[in-house]
Every structure is written in C-alpha cells, then in structure tokens.
C-alpha cells in the first residue's frame, strides 16, 4: 500500500502536490483536489523529497530534494536546482530545506542548517542592531553562526539566502503574514518549543 504525506494544495483550490512512494520509491505528485488523476512529477529511484509547496502562479513546485531546494515545472522534467549550488572544489554548501511562500514572490523562505563549512551568512550576535530595507533585506549581516538551524530568506533574484534568525537553540517552520509585515517560526528553549514572531520591518521579536 502506497504511503502519501504533506500534502499541499495550489493557490486557487483545483490541484495538489504530494510526496508518494506509489510508483515504488518517494516522488513527488501532482492530482486534483480530490486526488482524482495523480501523476507523477519526478521519476527518481534513490532520492528523497520532503516539503513541496506550490509557486503563487502555480506553474511550478518547489521542494526538497535531498539536503537543496529543486523547482519542477508541473508539465515535467528533469527540474532546477535552486540552492547550493557550488564551484568546482568549493566548500560544502549549507543545507536548505522546507521551502514556505513569502508575501512577496521574489523570495522564499526556508530552513537553513548554518553550521555546514562554508555555509551562509548566520545571525549575528547582537541582532537588536540589524535593520532591514523596504524589502526585508538586511542592511548588514554577520558571519557568525549559532544554532544549528535557522530560518533563511532567500532572494530568487540574486540567489542569496539571508539568515534572518538568531535562536540558539533553532528555529524552524516559518510562515509568513499575507502582508509581509510579520513572520511566525517555531523554536526549542530549555528543551521546550514555543513559536515567536518576527518583525521584518523593524527585526524585533518576541
């Protein structure tokens, strides 16, 4: 019996993307709402997918694929990688996954695990002293890492990712307001979790 998890539908209602092991190993589908018509979008035998979401034209899908950010047209084909890329003998990327919409469709948001070598831009120690332009962009980051995951912003255009939290312990699912103004992530403390909320205007949370 086929397996189908994280499910998500397309911004007007009439289709859905999945992750299924129904053709024999994890891929990612597309239906109708109501699951009628299933067809697969990739056709890989030794990779794993998590975390489709759909782009706000819906003509295409992001996802996991492995540790980086792929995007498939929902016609088909081989896709395009989206994070991670590396030149030839280059550090490690940093992983990026988990994929969420952003009220503006240039960016992404996304899980980034910060401590690979040669990984991204992480928080800087005194965040309170970061400000962000119009576009949510920070005006000044900083090298320094902490915890192991963080939530990062990812600019389609230029192919930067900006870390935009600090958590030491993580942070993780972010969703983001229809406005822009706000974002609401989850994050562990003292071996609890809790979700805070992030003003990409002024960088305040709480």
């Keep these: 019996q086929a397996y189908d998890m994280q499910p998500r539908y397309s911004l007007d209602g009439r289709r859905l993307v999945f992750v299924s092991d129904r053709n024999g190993s994890e891929n990612l589908w597309i239906s109708d709402a109501d699951g009628s ?9 030794r990779e794993s997918y998590m975390s489709p ?34 030149e030839e003998g280059g550090p490690a990327p940093a992983a990026h996954f988990g994929a969420a919409p952003a009220a503006d469709p240039r960016f992404v948001w996304l899980n980034v695990r910060g401590s690979v070598p040669g990984g991204l831009e992480a928080a800087t120690e005194e965040p309170r002293e ?3 332009g119009p576009d949510h962009s920070p005006l000044r980051s900083s090298a320094r890492q902490v915890g192991p995951y963080q939530i990062g912003q990812l600019d389609r255009e230029t192919g930067r990712v ?12 972010p969703v983001a307001s229809p406005d822009g ?7 562990r403390w003292d071996a609890r979790e809790a979700l805070k909320l992030l003003d990409l205007e002024t960088g305040e949370d709480r």
């Design 37 to 45: 018509n299933a067809r697969p979008l990739t056709d890989d035998e």
């Design 181 to 187: 103004r706000w974002l609401v992530y989850a994050t």
């Design 162 to 173: 900006h870390v935009r939290t600090h958590e030491h312990e993580g942070a993780f699912r």
């Design 53 to 86: 979401v759909w782009t706000p034209d819906g003509d295409y899908v992001m996802a996991t694929k492995g540790t980086q950010l792929w995007l498939y047209h929902v016609d088909g084909g081989s896709g395009v990688q989206v994070t991670g890329q590396r």
């Design 130 to 132: 970061d400000r962000f």
